[in-house]
């Protein structure tokens, strides 16, 4: 083997003396290209990090099967399955993933449904005064009109909330018609205390009043329909607004 050795050159341009702070090169330091890189293929996952995968995976595999279950049961005509779960299925799907549709009997809307609310709140003589009404659903379209990503809450909340009332009270009296009916009932009265705030220029608001405006979607001349359509106006009583209704709002709502 040939000793190499580090010879330092003056400034004269002469070879010096060895440096013997320089230490010589190691051949065995130098790398094997013989030996190959391991292959990153070769490399094996320990048994708890498979365990913690596999049960990942099937916690995905399981909840997607659970969701595409229960939304198809929800849009599917009744049957006994949907029926005997229901309560499950409504649980999970509503309202984040509600669907406006029923697979296999398309039920588009019919009408053009007004929600509309007033409030009566204290006067100078100690009794109540009425406002005038006030249209949310007008609220909604004003910030769905021009808009091209509406959110979900100005297109379905109001529109949901009122189905939901009507399908758990009567048409004709308006009493409850099982368990559904209460929340019903206090789900929409929020959704109106929270647009408009816990007073009504400056004065609480005590009671709020609905009533809805249905509108019949007139079709095209050619069919004979009317040009025009009569409007049918239902109107609640007047709910009672508590503190726990108001909690956590502020003085005001919306312009109005």
């Not at 010879?7 to 190959?36: F, H, I, K, L, S």
């Not at 279950?69 to 509503?94: E, H, K, M, R, W």
């Not at 609640?236 to 209704?245: C, E, I």
Request: net charge negative; aromatic share 8%.
């Amino acid at each position: 083997m040939v000793k190499q050795v580090c010879v330092a050159e003056q400034p004269g341009g002469d070879p010096a003396v060895p440096d013997p702070a320089v230490p010589d090169p190691d051949p065995a330091a130098a790398p094997d290209p013989a030996v190959p890189d391991p292959d990153p293929a070769d490399r094996r996952w320990s048994r708890p990090a498979l365990t913690v995968l596999a049960g990942g995976a099937t916690v995905l595999l399981l909840a997607t099967a659970w969701h595409l279950v229960a939304v198809f049961l929800a849009v599917a005509p009744s049957n006994t399955l949907s029926q005997q779960y229901q309560t499950q299925i409504n649980g999970y799907v509503y309202p984040e993933f509600e669907q406006n549709w029923q697979l296999f009997a398309p039920n588009p809307l019919q009408d053009n449904l007004a929600v509309e609310v007033r409030v009566a709140v204290p006067d100078r003589s100690g009794g109540q005064s009425a406002s005038g009404w006030t249209d949310l659903t007008a609220q909604d379209l004003a910030r769905i009109r021009g808009n091209p990503f509406p959110s979900h809450l100005d297109q379905n909340l109001l529109r949901r909330a009122w189905d939901y009332y009507t399908v758990w009270h009567s048409s004709t009296g308006g009493s409850s018609l099982g368990y559904g009916g209460p929340l019903s009932q206090q789900y929409l009265l929020r959704i109106a205390v929270q647009r408009l705030g816990r007073d009504w220029h400056g004065l609480p608001i005590d009671r709020i009043e609905f009533r809805s405006v249905s509108t019949p979607i007139t079709g095209p001349a050619w069919t004979g329909a009317p040009a025009t359509a009569t409007a049918t106006v239902s109107t609640l009583g007047w709910w009672t607004v508590s503190a726990a209704d108001v909690q956590g709002l502020g003085p005001s709502g919306a312009d109005r």
